[in-house]
């Protein structure tokens, strides 16, 4: 099955710095990629999300980038801010089928 | 849009009694239905998979006698917790598969059995 595996597990940056997640995936048939924000009590809402035709896309301060053939894909987000602050994972999708990395807790320091 | 509610957000019980959870799709409609589990600092454990009118599909370890999973309307599934224990406090989250693959998810309930 689908493993996903994402780092690091926890970042720190300053408030206006750059943040990057990254996540390799093991099935290379996996096609869609969502990238979740969950804060604390709440459930994950979806922030950005990539398919396997698609190199990169990107969202005002966000975006992600796919390397198919390398199996692996990340998310960048620029001009951190303290509400940024939560954990993000990571997913990788054949049909129904979705996988979760492990989430990297994002803490933006004002 | 793609929104998804749960319903209660956080319940209390006694052991031995049941809890049901609501997940609904409030302006989409789902075939399929993800209820997770989601341990303090860990990432969301797939539970079942829950499709209308049919039986759900458990993970493999997850009693199904114990998980009652019914998805009898397009917007509507239930998790019914039966005979709830300690160990079986946690966040319960579930998700609705729009169009594309995408997965929303509900706010989450947190169940807490004394």
């Known amino acids: 099955g689908e493993n996903v595996e994402q780092h690091p597990s926890t970042l720190s940056v300053q408030e206006g710095d750059s943040a990057v997640i990254k996540c390799t995936y093991s099935?290379?048939?996996?096609?869609?990629f969502p990238w979740y924000k969950q804060e604390l009590g709440k459930g994950p809402q979806l922030i950005i999300d990539i398919r396997s035709n698609v190199g990169e896309k990107k969202d005002q301060r966000i975006a992600v980038t796919l390397n198919k053939t390398a199996k692996h894909f990340s998310l960048h987000i620029t001009e951190t801010q303290p509400e940024d602050s939560a954990v993000y994972f990571c997913a990788a999708t054949r049909g129904s089928d979705m996988r979760f990395g492990a989430g990297t807790r994002l803490t933006v320091k004002p | 849009g793609a929104v998804v509610s749960q319903h209660p957000s956080w319940v209390i019980c006694k052991s031995g009694t049941s809890v049901k959870i609501e997940c609904r799709s409030l302006d989409f409609q789902a075939t399929t239905m993800f209820w997770y589990r989601q341990f303090p600092k860990q990432s969301l454990m797939l539970m079942a998979t829950?499709?209308?009118?049919?039986?759900?599909?458990?993970e493999q370890g997850v009693e199904k006698d114990k998980f009652l999973i019914n998805h009898a309307s397009l917007t509507l599934s239930t998790l019914t917790v039966t005979s709830a224990h300690p160990e079986d406090s946690s966040f319960y989250i579930c998700?609705?598969?729009?169009?594309?693959?995408?997965?929303?998810f509900g706010p989450g309930t947190r169940l807490l059995v004394l």
């Open positions: 829950s499709n209308e009118g049919s039986k759900a599909t458990y």
């Open positions: 998700s609705a598969l729009a169009v594309g693959e995408t997965q929303y």
């Open positions: 099935d290379s048939a996996s096609n869609y």
